[in-house]
């Protein structure tokens, strides 16, 4: 397996908004990048997208032209798969499609010297099936930045059942060494974030259909009461109404219908209608210029109960994660805050409410509704049984 350093040539495969994004952070981090797209037009698209990065960094004070000139000239464009060669590191973010990924890997593996060790960067693709396209599966594994990739701190990094120990270990150093924090996420649909935040979105239509409240004041109690940076429909249309769906039907038909995932016919419909958010200049908002969005209702009651609702589903969702070792409690807990700006972690803020409050919420809910998708996770109701909790230390040191 290739040693991993400052010296390694890094090859990023797709040069759309994320392969951009992670070549802009290689190349910052001293590396020589080639940076590869089937598409000429996507090619010089980024080309350009980064000069006009840099030069606002640069107008910002944020680093010196000399900087940002060694950063752009440390990434070569490339239109030749073959321009490749010679990479320590190949990392993949191309179109999210299972068959052109395997396509795409089997071919790295010709142009790949025998120790590169190749990555994906997909949201919600088997890392083991993308894995299993190569003769040698050992040298791949998951990848997975946050958009945008220069800004978001968090990186997931998947080890596929098939991956090497040693090809975790270099990919890893080599991530932290960005200045990125890293994760270790089991290749489990979804992996972290995109798993424990689905109710953040779910939870939150289905508050809407069942006309609780509306779309401004259900963005408005997760801000104002929860300290959310965004509120759920501001961030559905911040992503795409469409990709946000996607994924949630993705993770909804990997986890073999769930309920606990099931998409929304709300989101299903405002995709169809084309209204997939600020891009479209219409989502759940009005986005055209000069137009009036309705004004949310300050109700502290309604605005408590929608909180207190949305942040026990995911309480819970991060709770199961745990249960089922996606992630440690820490990375767990670190995946949210540095891939989604969550104002805390989840399961440091369910010790800071108290187990009992948010299973007792999970059950009336589940009570109430009679639904599947409320079922209080089986570690909440051990930690419960045993009046315990997530961080149990953290209560001796107080
Ligand atoms: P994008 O659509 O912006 O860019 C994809 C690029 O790949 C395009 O420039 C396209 O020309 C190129 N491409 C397609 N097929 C190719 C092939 N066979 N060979 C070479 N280039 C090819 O997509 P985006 O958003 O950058 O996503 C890329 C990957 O990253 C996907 O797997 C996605 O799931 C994942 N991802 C996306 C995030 C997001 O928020 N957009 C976040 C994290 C991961």
């Not at 429909?233 to 990997?254: A, H, R, S, W």
């Not at 109430?368 to 089986?378: A, K, N, T």
């Amino acid at each position: 397996m290739s040693k991993l350093d400052k010296d390694s040539k890094i090859a990023v495969i797709g040069s759309g908004s994320m392969g951009s994004g992670i070549a802009q952070v290689a190349a910052t981090a001293g590396h020589d990048v080639c940076l590869f797209d089937n598409n000429a037009e996507a090619l010089d698209k980024a080309s350009q997208k980064l000069i006009k990065i840099l030069d606002r960094q640069v107008e910002k004070g944020r680093m010196t032209e000399k900087e940002a000139n060694g950063i752009f000239a440390r990434i070569e464009f490339c239109n030749q798969l073959e321009d490749l060669a010679g990479a320590d590191l190949m990392i993949e973010a191309i179109i999210e499609d299972l068959e052109v990924k395997r396509n795409l890997f089997s071919h790295l593996e010709l142009i790949a010297d025998e120790t590169t060790i190749l990555a994906t960067n997909t949201s919600s693709l088997s890392i083991a099936n993308i894995a299993a396209s190569c003769n040698k599966p050992g040298r791949v594994l998951g990848i997975h930045f946050f958009n945008p990739a220069p800004l978001m701190p968090l990186v997931e990094i998947i080890p596929a059942v098939q991956t090497s120990g040693d090809a975790l270990v270099e990919a890893r150093n080599l991530i932290d060494s960005w200045g990125k924090v890293t994760v270790i996420a089991k290749d489990t649909p979804g992996f972290i974030v995109n798993r424990v935040a689905r109710p953040f979105y779910g939870e939150a239509l289905r508050i809407l259909e069942e006309g609780i409240a509306d779309v401004p004041t259900i963005d408005w109690a997760m801000k104002e009461i929860g300290g959310f940076k965004m509120g759920p429909f501001e961030l559905m249309d911040y992503i795409g109404n469409d990709i946000n769906y996607v994924v949630t039907e993705t993770v909804f038909k990997e986890f073999f219908y769930d309920p606990r995932y099931k998409p929304s016919f709300t989101q299903k419909r405002m995709t169809e209608a084309g209204w997939l958010g600020r891009k479209a200049g219409r989502g759940y908002y009005d986005y055209a210029k000069g137009a009036e969005n309705p004004e949310p209702t300050k109700d502290e009651k309604l605005g408590v109960e929608i909180f207190n609702r949305i942040l026990a589903m995911l309480i819970n969702e991060a709770t199961d994660a745990l249960y089922l070792n996606i992630s440690s409690r820490e990375g767990i807990d670190l995946a949210m805050t540095k891939g989604v700006n969550y104002p805390k972690g989840l399961l440091k803020w369910a010790d800071e409410i108290g187990i009992d409050k948010i299973l007792g919420e999970l059950n009336t809910l589940q009570d109430l509704y009679g639904e599947d998708r409320y079922r209080p996770s089986v570690l909440l109701k051990k930690i419960s049984l045993n009046q315990g909790s997530f961080y149990p230390e953290k209560v001796m040191e107080n």
